[in-house]
C-alpha cells in the first residue's frame, strides 16, 4: 500500500464496551437488541434531578485491562463531563475521563511477519456510550434510541506506533483477542462491542516530525478499518505528492464506496469544555482491589503461548493456533490432561479435523459439538491403535453429526483394527497369491507396487487393518519369498 | 384554628397526638390559607388539595393504628425544585412548565415515608438562579410583611408559605444563600446543611457542588426535627455521606457559658445596613450576657466568595442545565427548521434572562483558553475560603453575622443590576463554597420592621450545635413567632 519514499503513521482509540450486567452509571440492563427505549431508565434519559452511580463492575474490569498491558493502575482518578449538544446524549455531556483517566501507559506486542512489535498505549479511560440516532425509520423525523446510552465503554488508545494499515489490524486484532481473552469485553464487533477511531498521518520517510493527521471514526469491522486507513493513506500522499497539504479533520469511511469522507473540520471541531463531574467523587482504587484482580488474572495469550511452546514442544505456529482464544487454549490443556500427554495428536487434530468442522459450521469452540473430553474417547483410540487414522475421521464425523461417543461409533460399525498377526499374515498370502504381476513389479524395483499391494490387503481387511502392521508383514513375506 | 397556624412542629404533633385535632382538619386549615392568601403572595406554583387531603386521611389512619411517626400528618410545603410522583415540577421555569415527573426524590420519598403530608409545590427564582424569587416563569413572589418587597430567593415561596403561616415547615434548597436568605429576609428560620448529609437525588441541579437541600421553618427545634427526616444515606447520590443517623434534636440546650462565637471582621465592615448591623449586635449581646465569649476572627478571602461563587456555579449550571434540549420531555419550541434551531428556540424560549446570563457566564468560564484563569483559580481561592474557615474554627465554635447586608427590597429594584443582586449573597455564599452547615434565625427588626436574620455558620456536621444554640436564643426571644403584619392570623 505505502508508496516508496512515504511513510505511513496510525493511532488507534478503540472503545470497547465493557461486559457488565448494568450500565455504568445507573442500574438499567445492558443486554444488546431490546424494543427501542426500553432498557432506559431515569438516569439514561437524563431526567431533572437524576445523579450518576458508579458501576463498579466496570472500574474492575478496566483494572484488569490495565493490568493485562503493564500499565500503570492509577489509584485515583477524575470522571469529567465532556460537553456538546446532540439528540442522543441525553445529558448535553458525555461522562468520561479527561486528564486522569484510570489507566495510564502499557503496551501491547503484535505478532507481524516481521517479527514481533510492541505498540506502546498512551492510555485507557472509563466512559459511558451515547445513545443511538435512527434516521431511516422515520420519514422527516430522526428516531432516538436510549438503550446504548450509559453502556460502560473502556477507550483504549495507541500512541501512533502502527507504520501501516496491515500493522493496525494486527494490533486491532491483538487487542480485540486480548480484552475477550481477559473477559472484560464479549467482542462481538457487529453488534459494537468493539469499534476503532484511526488517526491516520502520511510523512517522507526519514521525517522525524509527524504529518498533519485525520481521524477517521467509527470503524467496526477489521476489514473497514484495513480499507479506511488504506484509502485515507493513499488520499493524503497523493494530495501532499501534488502539491497540497492536509487539513486536519475528523472523517468518516462509507465501506460502499470505499472511501473517506469529510465530517468536520477543526474550525468546526467542537469545543468540549471538560471539567470534572462535580457528581461523582474522584475515582480511588485501593491496592486490594488491584492485588485481588492481579491474582484472578487468567494466564495471559502471549504467555500461554511461549508456554504451549516450551511446555508441549509445540510449533510457534501450532502454538499461536491453540492460543487464539482462551477457550481454544483451554480446550487443548483439557483434551491433552485427557489423553495423559499426546500433545502432537491433539494438536494436529485440533488444528485440522476439528478446526475444519467448526468452520464448515460456522461454530465457536465453546459450542462444539465434540467436547474435550470426548475427542480425547476418540484419540485413545487413535493412539492404541484398535482404529486405523482413516476410520477415526469417519468415526469423528459420526461423533459430531450424532453425538456419539467414539466407542460406541467403533463397536457399532466394527471398527476395530485387527491386530491379530496370524489374521494379518493370512490376508497377506491370500494378496501376494492373487497378485503374482504386482509382486513381479515390486521385486524389479517399482516400490510403487508395494503400495498397491498394502492397499490390497486393507481392501481386504475392510479398512480394519493396521497399516503399519499390513506394511511389516507385506516386506517380511516379500523379503523371504525372493 | 389560627393558633394552630402558629403553631410548632412539637405543638402540632402534641395536638395531632392527642387527637384534638387531626391531619385532615389540619391540611384544610392550611389549604384554606393558602387559598385566601396565595393570589396575592404567589407562594405556591402547584397545590393538589385532593393529593394533601388524601395525605392527611392516610396519615389520620396511620396515627389510628397506632404507628405514628414524628411528623405523621404534619402538611409539608416543598420547593418546586424536588421531582414529585405525579405531579408538576417546574423549577419556576417555562422549559419545565409541563414536566410532570414519573419519580419522587429522594426528600420527597423520606416526608412521605413518614406520613407527612404533601401540600404543595413552591414557587422559586427559576432553577434556583436568584436572591430574590423573581425571575420565576410563574411571576414574583411577594413579601407577606410587604407586598411590594421581594421575600428573597430562591427559595422564596418556601419562605414565604411559612412566613405567612401557610405551612407549619418546607423544604427548599441552598446554593450559595438559596435557604438563610428568604428565611432572613421574611423572618423565619432555615438550614443549609453540611454538602452531602441530604441526598440530592431528585433534586433539579443547579451548581452539583454547592446544592443542598435543608429545612425552612418558625423555629430551629422545628428545623432540628425536618432534618431527622430529610438527612440521610442514599446510595444514588454519589456525593451523599455515609455516616451513622443522628438525632438533630439531641442537644437543643446547650451550654453557652463555655461557647466561643467568632466575629468575623469582615462580616460587620461597611455595606451592612445600620438596622441589620444593630438586631445582630444585640443578638451577639445576649449571648455574652449567657456567658459566652465572642472572638474576633478573620476570614480574609470573604471578598472574593462572591466572584469565586459566580464563576463556579455558572460553570456547572452551564452543563447541568444542557439536558434541558427539547429532546425529551420539557418544553420544545413549536416550529423550527432544522436541530441546531430546535435547540436554540426551545432554550430562546424555555429560559429566562437569568438562567440564560449564567449559562452564558458558565460556558465562558469553561471554554478553551479561559478554563484556567477563570475556573481553575476559582476551584483554588475555592480552597482558600474553606481554609479560611478551619482557621477560624481553631479559635471558636460557630461563626455569627448578618444573614444578609440589608433587608427586604422591593420587587423590580435589582432586576436590572445583576451585580448588585449578587452582592446581597456576601454572607450566605462562603458556606457553601466550603460545603459547611449554616442557618438563619431571625433576631429583630430594622427601622423599617423588616425581618433581620442572625446567620450562624459552623463546621462540618456541627448541626445539631448550631440548632441548639439557636434554639437557646429563640428560647429568650420572639423575634420568630412574629406574624407578618400583611398577613394577620
Same mark, same amino acid.
Given at each position: 500500500?505505502?508508496?516508496?519514499?512515504?511513510?505511513?503513521?496510525?493511532?488507534?482509540?478503540t472503545?470497547?464496551q465493557?461486559?457488565?450486567?448494568?450500565k455504568?452509571?445507573?442500574?438499567?440492563?445492558?443486554?444488546?437488541?431490546?424494543?427501542?427505549?426500553?432498557?432506559?431508565?431515569?438516569?439514561?434519559?437524563?431526567?431533572p434531578?437524576?445523579?450518576?452511580?458508579?458501576?463498579?463492575?466496570?472500574?474492575?474490569h478496566?483494572?484488569?485491562?490495565?493490568l493485562?498491558?503493564?500499565?500503570?493502575?492509577?489509584?485515583?482518578?477524575?470522571?469529567?463531563?465532556?460537553n456538546?449538544?446532540?439528540?442522543?446524549?441525553?445529558?448535553?455531556?458525555?461522562i468520561s475521563?479527561?486528564?486522569?483517566?484510570?489507566?495510564?501507559?502499557?503496551?501491547?506486542?503484535?505478532?507481524?511477519?516481521?517479527?514481533?512489535?510492541?505498540?506502546?498505549?498512551?492510555?485507557?479511560?472509563?466512559?459511558?456510550?451515547?445513545?443511538?440516532?435512527l434516521?431511516?425509520d422515520?420519514?422527516?423525523?430522526?428516531?432516538?434510541?436510549?438503550?446504548?446510552?450509559?453502556?460502560?465503554?473502556?477507550?483504549?488508545?495507541?500512541?501512533?506506533?502502527?507504520?501501516?494499515?496491515?500493522e493496525?489490524?494486527?494490533?486491532?486484532?491483538a487487542?480485540?483477542?486480548?480484552?475477550?481473552?481477559?473477559g472484560?469485553?464479549?467482542?462481538?464487533?457487529?453488534?459494537?462491542?468493539?469499534?476503532?477511531?484511526?488517526n491516520v498521518?502520511?510523512?517522507?520517510?526519514?521525517?522525524?516530525r509527524?504529518?498533519?493527521?485525520?481521524?477517521?471514526?467509527?470503524l467496526n469491522?477489521?476489514?473497514?478499518?484495513?480499507?479506511?486507513i488504506?484509502?485515507?493513506?493513499?488520499?493524503? &500522499? %497523493?494530495? +501532499?505528492?501534488?502539491g497540497?497539504?492536509?487539513?486536519? @479533520?475528523? /472523517?468518516?469511511?462509507?465501506? #460502499? *464506496?470505499d472511501?473517506?469522507?469529510?465530517?468536520?473540520t477543526?474550525e468546526?471541531?467542537?469545543?468540549?469544555?471538560?471539567?470534572p463531574d462535580?457528581?461523582?467523587?474522584?475515582?480511588?482504587?485501593?491496592?486490594?482491589? &488491584? %492485588?485481588r +484482580?492481579?491474582?484472578d488474572?487468567?494466564?495471559?495469550? @502471549?504467555? /500461554?503461548?511461549?508456554?504451549? #511452546? *516450551?511446555?508441549?514442544?509445540?510449533?510457534?505456529?501450532?502454538?499461536?493456533?491453540?492460543t487464539?482464544?482462551?477457550?481454544?487454549?483451554?480446550?487443548?490443556?483439557?483434551?491433552?490432561k485427557?489423553?495423559?500427554g499426546?500433545?502432537?495428536l491433539?494438536?494436529?487434530?485440533?488444528?485440522?479435523?476439528?478446526?475444519?468442522?467448526?468452520?464448515?459450521?460456522?461454530?465457536d469452540?465453546?459450542?462444539?459439538?465434540?467436547?474435550?473430553e470426548?475427542?480425547?474417547?476418540?484419540?485413545k483410540r487413535?493412539?492404541?491403535?484398535?482404529i486405523?487414522?482413516?476410520a477415526?475421521?469417519?468415526?469423528?464425523?459420526?461423533?459430531?453429526?450424532?453425538?456419539?461417543?467414539a466407542?460406541?461409533?467403533?463397536?457399532?460399525?466394527?471398527?476395530?483394527?485387527?491386530?491379530?498377526?496370524?489374521?494379518?499374515?493370512?490376508?497377506v498370502?491370500e494378496?501376494?497369491?492373487?497378485n503374482r504381476?504386482?509382486?513381479?513389479?515390486?521385486?524389479?524395483?517399482?516400490?510403487?507396487?508395494?503400495?498397491?499391494?498394502?492397499?490390497?490387503?486393507?481392501k481386504?481387511?475392510?479398512?480394519?487393518?493396521s497399516?503399519?502392521?499390513?506394511n511389516?508383514?507385506?516386506?517380511?513375506?516379500?523379503?523371504?519369498?525372493? | 384554628?389560627?393558633?394552630?397556624?402558629?403553631?410548632?412542629l412539637?405543638?402540632l404533633g402534641a395536638?395531632?397526638?392527642?387527637?384534638?385535632?387531626?391531619?385532615?382538619?389540619?391540611?384544610?386549615?392550611?389549604?384554606?390559607?393558602?387559598?385566601?392568601?396565595?393570589?396575592?403572595?404567589n407562594a405556591?406554583?402547584?397545590v393538589?388539595e385532593?393529593?394533601?387531603?388524601?395525605?392527611a386521611?392516610r396519615?389520620?389512619?396511620?396515627?389510628?393504628r397506632?404507628?405514628a411517626?414524628?411528623?405523621t400528618?404534619?402538611p409539608?410545603?416543598?420547593?418546586d425544585?424536588?421531582?414529585?410522583?405525579?405531579?408538576?415540577?417546574?423549577c419556576?421555569?417555562?422549559?419545565?412548565?409541563?414536566f410532570?415527573s414519573?419519580?419522587?426524590?429522594?426528600v420527597?420519598?423520606?416526608?412521605d415515608a413518614c406520613g407527612?403530608?404533601?401540600?404543595?409545590?413552591?414557587?422559586?427564582d427559576?432553577?434556583?438562579?436568584?436572591?430574590?424569587?423573581?425571575?420565576?416563569?410563574y411571576?414574583?413572589?411577594?413579601?407577606?410583611?410587604?407586598?411590594?418587597?421581594?421575600?428573597?430567593?430562591?427559595?422564596?415561596?418556601?419562605?414565604v408559605a411559612?412566613?405567612?403561616?401557610?405551612?407549619p415547615?418546607?423544604?427548599?434548597?441552598?446554593?450559595?444563600?438559596?435557604?438563610?436568605?428568604?428565611a432572613?429576609?421574611?423572618?423565619?428560620?432555615g438550614?443549609?446543611?453540611?454538602?452531602?448529609?441530604?441526598?440530592?437525588?431528585?433534586?433539579?441541579?443547579?451548581?452539583?457542588?454547592?446544592?443542598?437541600?435543608?429545612?425552612?421553618?418558625?423555629?430551629?427545634?422545628?428545623?432540628?426535627?425536618?432534618?431527622?427526616?430529610?438527612?440521610?444515606?442514599?446510595?444514588?447520590?454519589?456525593?451523599s455521606?455515609?455516616?451513622?443517623?443522628?438525632?438533630?434534636?439531641r442537644?437543643l440546650?446547650p451550654?453557652?457559658a463555655?461557647?466561643?462565637?467568632?466575629?468575623?471582621?469582615?462580616?460587620?465592615?461597611?455595606?451592612?445596613?445600620?438596622?441589620?448591623?444593630?438586631?445582630?449586635?444585640?443578638?451577639?449581646?445576649?449571648?455574652?450576657?449567657?456567658g459566652?465569649?465572642?472572638?474576633?476572627?478573620?476570614?480574609?478571602?470573604?471578598?472574593?466568595?462572591?466572584p469565586?461563587?459566580?464563576?463556579?456555579?455558572p460553570?456547572?449550571?452551564?452543563?447541568?442545565?444542557?439536558?434541558?434540549?427539547?429532546?425529551?420531555?420539557g418544553?420544545?419550541?413549536?416550529?423550527?427548521?432544522?436541530?441546531?434551531?430546535m435547540?436554540?428556540?426551545?432554550?430562546?424560549?424555555?429560559?429566562?434572562?437569568?438562567?440564560?446570563r449564567?449559562?452564558?457566564v458558565?460556558?465562558?468560564?469553561?471554554s478553551?483558553?479561559?478554563?484556567d484563569a477563570?475556573?481553575?483559580?476559582a476551584?483554588?481561592l475555592?480552597?482558600?475560603?474553606?481554609?479560611d474557615?478551619?482557621?477560624?474554627?481553631?479559635?471558636?465554635?460557630?461563626?455569627?453575622?448578618?444573614?444578609?447586608?440589608?433587608?427586604?427590597?422591593?420587587?423590580?429594584?435589582?432586576?436590572?443590576?445583576?451585580?448588585?443582586?449578587?452582592?446581597?449573597?456576601?454572607?450566605?455564599?462562603?458556606?457553601?463554597?466550603?460545603?459547611?452547615?449554616?442557618l438563619?434565625?431571625?433576631c429583630?427588626?430594622?427601622?423599617?420592621?423588616?425581618?433581620?436574620?442572625?446567620?450562624?455558620?459552623?463546621?462540618?456536621?456541627?448541626?445539631?450545635?448550631?440548632?441548639g444554640?439557636?434554639?437557646?436564643?429563640q428560647?429568650?426571644?420572639?423575634?420568630?413567632l412574629?406574624?407578618?403584619?400583611?398577613?394577620?392570623?
Amino acid at each position: 500500500m505505502s508508496r516508496s519514499g512515504w511513510e505511513v503513521v496510525v493511532g488507534l482509540e478503540t472503545h470497547t464496551q465493557l461486559r457488565t450486567r448494568s450500565k455504568v452509571f445507573s442500574g438499567a440492563s445492558t443486554a444488546f437488541g431490546a424494543a427501542p427505549n426500553t432498557q432506559a431508565c431515569a438516569v439514561d434519559i437524563a431526567l431533572p434531578g437524576t445523579l450518576p452511580v458508579l458501576n463498579r463492575a466496570a472500574v474492575e474490569h478496566a483494572i484488569r485491562f490495565g493490568l493485562a498491558v503493564d500499565a500503570a493502575i492509577n489509584r485515583r482518578s477524575v470522571f469529567a463531563r465532556k460537553n456538546y449538544f446532540y439528540p442522543d446524549l441525553p445529558k448535553g455531556y458525555q461522562i468520561s475521563q479527561y486528564e486522569l483517566p484510570i489507566v495510564q501507559g502499557g503496551e501491547l506486542r503484535i505478532a507481524l511477519e516481521a517479527g514481533e512489535k510492541r505498540v506502546r498505549l498512551t492510555r485507557a479511560h472509563l466512559e459511558e456510550d451515547a445513545g443511538k440516532s435512527l434516521h431511516e425509520d422515520f420519514h422527516g423525523m430522526t428516531g432516538i434510541d436510549l438503550n446504548r446510552a450509559g453502556t460502560p465503554l473502556l477507550e483504549i488508545v495507541s500512541e501512533p506506533d502502527l507504520r501501516s494499515a496491515a500493522e493496525a489490524v494486527a494490533y486491532a486484532r491483538a487487542l480485540h483477542a486480548l480484552v475477550v481473552w481477559i473477559g472484560i469485553c464479549d467482542g462481538n464487533m457487529q453488534e459494537g462491542s468493539f469499534r476503532c477511531d484511526a488517526n491516520v498521518s502520511v510523512r517522507r520517510a526519514g521525517d522525524a516530525r509527524l504529518g498533519t493527521r485525520c481521524e477517521i471514526k467509527n470503524l467496526n469491522s477489521f476489514r473497514f478499518l484495513e480499507r479506511a486507513i488504506e484509502f485515507e493513506a493513499r488520499r493524503q &500522499i %497523493e494530495l +501532499l505528492e501534488e502539491g497540497g497539504a492536509v487539513a486536519q @479533520e475528523t /472523517r468518516l469511511y462509507d465501506p #460502499e *464506496r470505499d472511501e473517506t469522507r469529510p465530517m468536520r473540520t477543526k474550525e468546526e471541531a467542537h469545543d468540549y469544555r471538560y471539567f470534572p463531574d462535580p457528581d461523582l467523587m474522584p475515582l480511588v482504587v485501593g491496592e486490594e482491589l &488491584i %492485588e485481588r +484482580l492481579r491474582a484472578d488474572m487468567p494466564e495471559l495469550p @502471549e504467555a /500461554r503461548r511461549k508456554r504451549f #511452546e *516450551r511446555e508441549y514442544a509445540l510449533s510457534q505456529y501450532e502454538s499461536s493456533l491453540l492460543t487464539q482464544s482462551r477457550a481454544w487454549a483451554d480446550f487443548f490443556e483439557a483434551l491433552i490432561k485427557q489423553l495423559g500427554g499426546l500433545q502432537k495428536l491433539a494438536a494436529s487434530w485440533m488444528l485440522g479435523e476439528l478446526s475444519a468442522a467448526l468452520n464448515r459450521g460456522g461454530i465457536d469452540i465453546e459450542a462444539s459439538p465434540i467436547d474435550a473430553e470426548r475427542l480425547a474417547g476418540l484419540l485413545k483410540r487413535v493412539h492404541d491403535n484398535t482404529i486405523s487414522g482413516r476410520a477415526a475421521k469417519d468415526v469423528f464425523e459420526a461423533m459430531w453429526n450424532d453425538r456419539l461417543e467414539a466407542d460406541a461409533v467403533i463397536d457399532a460399525r466394527g471398527l476395530q483394527q485387527i491386530s491379530d498377526a496370524g489374521a494379518i499374515e493370512k490376508l497377506v498370502d491370500e494378496v501376494l497369491a492373487a497378485n503374482r504381476r504386482q509382486v513381479e513389479d515390486y521385486r524389479s524395483g517399482k516400490e510403487r507396487a508395494f503400495n498397491a499391494l498394502v492397499g490390497q490387503v486393507m481392501k481386504a481387511s475392510r479398512g480394519k487393518a493396521s497399516p503399519a502392521q499390513v506394511n511389516a508383514v507385506l516386506r517380511r513375506r516379500l523379503a523371504r519369498n525372493e | 384554628m389560627s393558633s394552630l397556624l402558629n403553631a410548632t412542629l412539637a405543638e402540632l404533633g402534641a395536638e395531632l397526638a392527642a387527637k384534638r385535632v387531626s391531619s385532615v382538619e389540619l391540611t384544610r386549615a392550611c389549604l384554606e390559607r393558602i387559598a385566601a392568601l396565595n393570589a396575592g403572595l404567589n407562594a405556591f406554583i402547584t397545590v393538589d388539595e385532593a393529593r394533601a387531603l388524601a395525605d392527611a386521611r392516610r396519615a389520620d389512619e396511620r396515627r389510628g393504628r397506632g404507628e405514628a411517626a414524628a411528623l405523621t400528618g404534619i402538611p409539608i410545603a416543598h420547593k418546586d425544585i424536588f421531582c414529585t410522583r405525579g405531579m408538576l415540577t417546574t423549577c419556576g421555569s417555562r422549559m419545565l412548565a409541563n414536566f410532570v415527573s414519573p419519580y419522587d426524590a429522594h426528600v420527597i420519598e423520606q416526608f412521605d415515608a413518614c406520613g407527612a403530608v404533601l401540600l404543595g409545590k413552591c414557587n422559586m427564582d427559576e432553577f434556583a438562579m436568584g436572591s430574590s424569587s423573581e425571575t420565576s416563569y410563574y411571576g414574583p413572589v411577594r413579601s407577606p410583611w410587604d407586598r411590594g418587597l421581594v421575600p428573597g430567593g430562591s427559595s422564596g415561596g418556601s419562605a414565604v408559605a411559612v412566613a405567612g403561616r401557610m405551612a407549619p415547615a418546607a423544604t427548599g434548597t441552598d446554593t450559595g444563600g438559596s435557604i438563610r436568605q428568604p428565611a432572613a429576609l421574611t423572618g423565619v428560620c432555615g438550614l443549609k446543611p453540611t454538602y452531602g448529609l441530604v441526598s440530592r437525588y431528585g433534586l433539579v441541579a443547579f451548581a452539583s457542588s454547592f446544592d443542598q437541600a435543608g429545612p425552612i421553618a418558625k423555629s430551629a427545634a422545628d428545623l432540628a426535627a425536618l432534618m431527622n427526616v430529610m438527612a440521610g444515606f442514599d446510595a444514588r447520590d454519589s456525593t451523599s455521606l455515609e455516616r451513622p443517623k443522628e438525632d438533630y434534636a439531641r442537644d437543643l440546650n446547650p451550654d453557652l457559658a463555655t461557647l466561643r462565637i467568632g466575629l468575623p471582621k469582615e462580616y460587620f465592615g461597611e455595606g451592612i445596613e445600620p438596622g441589620v448591623r444593630r438586631a445582630v449586635e444585640e443578638a451577639v449581646r445576649w449571648f455574652e450576657a449567657q456567658g459566652a465569649r465572642a472572638v474576633p476572627v478573620e476570614l480574609p478571602n470573604t471578598e472574593l466568595a462572591v466572584p469565586v461563587y459566580y464563576v463556579l456555579a455558572p460553570a456547572e449550571a452551564s452543563s447541568n442545565l444542557s439536558r434541558f434540549d427539547g429532546v425529551r420531555y420539557g418544553h420544545r419550541a413549536a416550529q423550527y427548521a432544522d436541530l441546531a434551531d430546535m435547540y436554540a428556540r426551545t432554550r430562546a424560549e424555555g429560559f429566562g434572562a437569568e438562567v440564560k446570563r449564567r449559562i452564558l457566564v458558565g460556558t465562558y468560564v469553561l471554554s478553551h483558553g479561559y478554563y484556567d484563569a477563570y475556573y481553575l483559580q476559582a476551584q483554588k481561592l475555592r480552597r482558600l475560603v474553606a481554609r479560611d474557615f478551619a482557621a477560624a474554627f481553631e479559635r471558636c465554635d460557630v461563626i455569627a453575622g448578618p444573614t444578609s447586608p440589608a433587608t427586604a427590597f422591593a420587587i423590580g429594584s435589582k432586576v436590572d443590576d445583576p451585580v448588585q443582586m449578587y452582592l446581597n449573597d456576601i454572607f450566605t455564599i462562603p458556606a457553601p463554597l466550603a460545603g459547611l452547615p449554616a442557618l438563619s434565625i431571625p433576631c429583630g427588626f430594622d427601622g423599617k420592621g423588616l425581618p433581620v436574620g442572625l446567620q450562624l455558620t459552623g463546621p462540618h456536621f456541627s448541626e445539631a450545635r448550631l440548632l441548639g444554640i439557636a434554639h437557646r436564643y429563640q428560647q429568650a426571644s420572639d423575634w420568630h413567632l412574629r406574624v407578618p403584619s400583611e398577613t394577620p392570623l
